[in-house]
C-alpha cells in the first residue's frame, strides 16, 4: 500500500466519524429539549441506555418523542451525551 492510499483511508474514516457524530449531535438536541445535559452527568453511556429503557416505559411523553428514532439514533445520541455530560 502506498503511503498517499493511507493518508487518504484515513481522511475518509475521519470525516465519516465526523459526519456520524454530527448526526449523534442532532438526535441528542432532541433528547436536550426536555432534559438538561447536567441530568446526565456521572452516567456513563450504558447506565444512559438503561435509563432510556426505563424512561421510555415510565413515561408516555418519552416514549412519543423518541418512538421515531431508530436504535442506532439512540445509541450515537446516547453515547454523544455521556461524553458531553462528563467532559
Ligand atoms: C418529550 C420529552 C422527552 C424527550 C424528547 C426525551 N425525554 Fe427522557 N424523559 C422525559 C421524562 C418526562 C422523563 C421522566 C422524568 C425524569 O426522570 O426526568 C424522562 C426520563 C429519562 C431518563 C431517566 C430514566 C430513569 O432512570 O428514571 C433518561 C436517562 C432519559 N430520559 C434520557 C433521554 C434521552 C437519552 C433522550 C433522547 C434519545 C430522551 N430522554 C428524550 C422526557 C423526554
Known amino acids: 500500500m502506498n503511503k498517499t492510499f493511507?493518508?487518504?483511508?484515513?481522511?475518509?474514516?475521519?470525516?465519516?466519524?465526523?459526519?456520524a457524530w454530527g448526526d449523534a449531535a442532532a438526535?441528542?438536541?432532541?433528547?436536550i429539549d426536555c432534559h438538561?445535559?447536567?441530568?446526565?452527568?456521572?452516567?456513563?453511556?450504558a447506565t444512559l441506555a438503561a435509563g432510556v429503557e426505563t424512561g421510555n416505559a415510565d413515561n408516555k411523553m418519552m416514549a412519543k418523542a423518541t418512538?421515531?428514532?431508530s436504535a442506532?439514533?439512540?445509541?450515537?445520541?446516547?453515547?454523544?451525551?455521556?461524553?458531553?455530560?462528563?467532559?
Open 67 to 69: 418512538k421515531d428514532m
Open 6 to 19: 493511507i493518508a487518504l483511508a484515513a481522511l475518509g474514516l475521519l470525516a465519516w466519524q465526523g459526519l
Open 36 to 45: 438538561d445535559l447536567e441530568e446526565f452527568q456521572g452516567m456513563d453511556a
Open 72 to 87: 442506532e439514533d439512540i445509541k450515537a445520541a446516547v453515547d454523544y451525551l455521556a461524553a458531553e455530560a462528563n467532559k
Open 27 to 31: 438526535t441528542a438536541e432532541a433528547c
